[in-house]
């Protein structure tokens, strides 16, 4: 079996490409010109070992901008053989790595199936590159070229990097900048968490170059034409230490480490264990000082995900009902989403939700919250969406000594909610479009027309949970620009939705109109700016004016990012409303949040 091994391994060496360098390896574009070639006399010196394998620098060092000095050498056996060390010379063949270039991964430049040819033991010390010091600046605006300006572009998925195979561009694009260090060992100084540590042990972050879109938080919130690429994941420490769970804003110190493209993303593995030194400010106070005046002046409106709620975990229950009574203030009006069934995940049929509503309401007056009351329309069973046999639907909470529903009917489950005469609605509570194409399989919006306690002024309300966004394909990824999965649904269903809005609007131009929910989509993409163009709502953080870079109800990869949005009427908007977004999910670890979401919390006058 050995003597085979060694007969196959000695004819690859008679078929291979002949010696060649790590930079030739490289070359000066994402996929290399021996992507998926065997090579043989592949020369470096060993800069750092880990358990997936080992990495080399090119003794001969090309001092092109674009290319790399260094290589990934993919083989378990070469990272845990004690006598090869840090410092080393190798001489190896093998096979270099190939990717299917449809795949939604980069190229990355890998030798896999190594075998050593020659062993210098005499020992160099290699020296990290310190980024932005010894490579250029990260560009902090542009992924690729490849975008042609815009990440958020639909159409989508129109190119792929492997095809196109640019030239790069380290000095302009944020993906060429970190290919032209694939394989090397770097430093970051004075690196800093951009994410919370996620389930797989993972945090991304900035080092002290300039980057844009800089939050409070010390975050990089993601903006119209600016998807943060001067970051990077910090994954797999090589010596074996393992993360801790690290929270947006902890500082560290100066990280040494290889790069490499792995899981859609490059990472730095760092050679050891991240040494904590700071965190961001702790905060003020994660409780709200907007307090509601009980009048029309002053209704106090909050939203908030507060992701599969569902009477099986009373942990849960009572940890959103904590932040409701206290982080929101018990508004008088609240929007939710993703209230589970009476049987929560359970598939048996099952779809009304008064039990767990129930529990939540009764949960937060514990809390010292108000004694709510709630409605819901229930879907019908296991169509829209989410986790199965959960029937996750949004509802309304609202405090009955400031806010009643308008007497009228409710809708059912295919009762369509109309705009009549009045302006009114057809149904006092009732789903919007619920049997169209477009919410085929997600959640339907919920129209609402309240008042106030004394009759006196209408509230029209739309809570919505669109279409998710999974299966989209990475910022970080081959597919340009990156696929924004649903996008279509949730185009199609913001334009029902603001069509209703408008026509409540085109009746009475001043009234009170909120919307409000999950929208599974940025107010600065293609959907929502047209959403607010045609309904005529306006989005509260610009009408209240909080910075564009402190608008964020989410954390997701690299970047910070609002899908939670409150948009209002110009008569709304016109009387000083105030809102804030409460960061008490994004700002904590991952094992202390509550939701994967924020809430949101305004005051409005309907007077
Ligand atoms: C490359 O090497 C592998 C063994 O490592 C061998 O099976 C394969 O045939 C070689 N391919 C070429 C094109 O030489
Ligand atoms: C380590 O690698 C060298 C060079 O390939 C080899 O000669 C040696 O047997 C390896 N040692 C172990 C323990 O695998
Ligand atoms: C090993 O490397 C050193 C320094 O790089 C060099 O002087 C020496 O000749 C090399 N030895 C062999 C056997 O190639
Ligand atoms: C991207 O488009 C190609 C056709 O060009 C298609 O085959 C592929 O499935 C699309 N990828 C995604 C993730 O939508
Ligand atoms: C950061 O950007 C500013 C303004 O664009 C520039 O003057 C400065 O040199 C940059 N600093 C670094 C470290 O790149
Ligand atoms: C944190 O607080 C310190 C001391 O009050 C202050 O100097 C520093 O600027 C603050 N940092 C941030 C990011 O707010
Ligand atoms: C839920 O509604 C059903 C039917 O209307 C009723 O029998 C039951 O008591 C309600 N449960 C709770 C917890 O409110
Ligand atoms: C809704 O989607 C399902 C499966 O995705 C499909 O079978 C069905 O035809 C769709 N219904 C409509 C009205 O488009
Ligand atoms: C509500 O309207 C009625 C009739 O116009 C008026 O008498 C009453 O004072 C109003 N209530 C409040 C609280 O303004
Ligand atoms: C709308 O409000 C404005 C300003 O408050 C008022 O002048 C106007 O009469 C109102 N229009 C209607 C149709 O109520």
């Known amino acids: 079996m050995l003597l085979y091994t060694h007969i196959v391994a000695a004819a690859a060496l008679v078929l291979s490409a002949g010696a060649v360098s790590i930079h030739d390896i490289n070359g000066k574009r994402f996929v290399s010109d021996y992507a998926g070639k065997n090579v043989s006399d592949v020369t470096g010196i060993v800069t750092a070992k880990g ?117 790069l561009e380290p000095t302009k694009y944020g993906l060429d900048f970190w290919r032209s260090l694939d394989g090397e060992l ?42 943060n690429p001067e970051t990077i994941k910090v994954g797999d420490i090589l010596d074996g230490s393992k993360g801790e769970s690290y929270s947006i804003g902890d500082r560290f110190e100066d990280i040494v480490g290889v790069v490499n493209y792995v899981h859609g993303a490059y990472f730095v593995h760092p050679l ?56 929101l203030g018990g508004p008088d009006l609240l929007f939710v989403q993703e209230v589970q069934d009476n049987s929560g995940p359970t598939d048996d049929n099952v779809v009304d939700a008064n039990k767990t509503l129930r529990a939540l309401t009764d949960a937060i007056s514990e809390a010292g919250g108000p004694k709510y009351s709630f409605i819901d329309v229930n879907p019908a069973d296991n169509q829209d969406g989410g986790q199965p046999g959960g029937n996750i639907r949004q509802a309304y909470l609202y405090n009955k000594d400031v806010v009643r529903l308008a007497p009228g009917p409710i809708g059912g489950t295919e009762d369509a909610n109309e705009v009549v005469s009045g302006p009114a609605l057809k149904y006092k509570v009732g789903r919007i479009s619920p049997i169209s194409k477009a919410f085929n399989t997600t959640r339907k919006p919920l129209a609402a027309e309240w008042q106030t306690v004394d009759g006196n002024h209408t509230i029209f309300t739309v809570n919505v949970h669109f279409t998710m966004k999974g299966g989209s394909t990475p910022l970080t990824g081959n597919i340009r620009p990156p696929v924004n999965q649903g996008v279509d649904y949730r185009t199609e269903q913001a334009e029902k939705t603001a069509a209703f809005i408008a026509e409540i609007l085109k009746q009475d131009k001043n009234a009170s109109v909120i919307f409000a929910g999950d929208a599974n989509e940025f107010p600065v993409a293609g959907p929502m700016v047209m959403f607010a163009k045609k309904s005529g709502l306006k989005l509260i953080d610009e009408v209240v004016g909080i910075e564009p870079n402190e608008r964020y109800s989410y954390t997701y990869e690299n970047n910070m990012q609002q899908l939670d949005v409150m948009y209002v009427s110009e008569s709304i908007a016109s009387k000083k409303p105030i809102a804030e977004h409460l960061h008490v999910n994004t700002w904590v670890t991952y094992e202390e949040q509550v939701s994967d979401h924020d809430p949101t919390v305004a005051k409005i006058n309907v007077c």
């Not at 190229?107 to 590159?129: C, F, G, I, M, R």
């Not at 919370?196 to 034409?225: E, P």
């Open 51 to 167: 358990k997936a394998g080992i990495y080399l620098r090119s003794p001969e060092l090309s001092d092109d901008k674009r290319v790399s000095n260094g290589l990934f050498v993919s083989s378990a056996s070469l990272g845990k053989n004690e006598s090869i060390r840090v410092g080393h010379t190798l001489t190896l063949s093998g096979q270099m790595w190939y990717v299917d270039p449809v795949s939604s991964s980069l190229y990355t430049a890998t030798l896999k199936t190594p075998t050593v040819q020659a062993w210098n033991k005499t020992s160099h010390s290699p020296k990290p590159l310190v980024i932005g010091k010894d490579t250029p600046a990260p560009p902090n605006v542009q992924f690729t070229s490849l975008d042609n300006g815009n990440f958020l572009a639909t159409p989508n998925n129109q190119s792929r990097i492997s095809e196109k195979n640019p030239e």
């Open 272 to 327: 050891g264990a991240l040494k904590k030194i700071g965190q961001a400010n702790s905060t003020a106070s994660f409780e709200t000082k907007i307090k509601s005046n009980s009048k029309c002046s002053g209704i106090t409106v909050g939203d908030y995900n507060i992701e599969n709620l569902s009477p099986a975990d009373p942990k849960h229950v009572s940890r959103v009902a904590a932040h409701i009574a206290k982080s």
């Open 186 to 227: 770097v430093k970051i100084e004075t690196p800093i968490a951009i994410s919370k540590t996620n389930q797989y042990g993972d945090v991304w972050i900035r080092g002290n170059w300039n980057s844009t879109n800089i939050n409070k938080r010390g975050g990089l919130t993601l903006t119209a034409k600016d998807g």
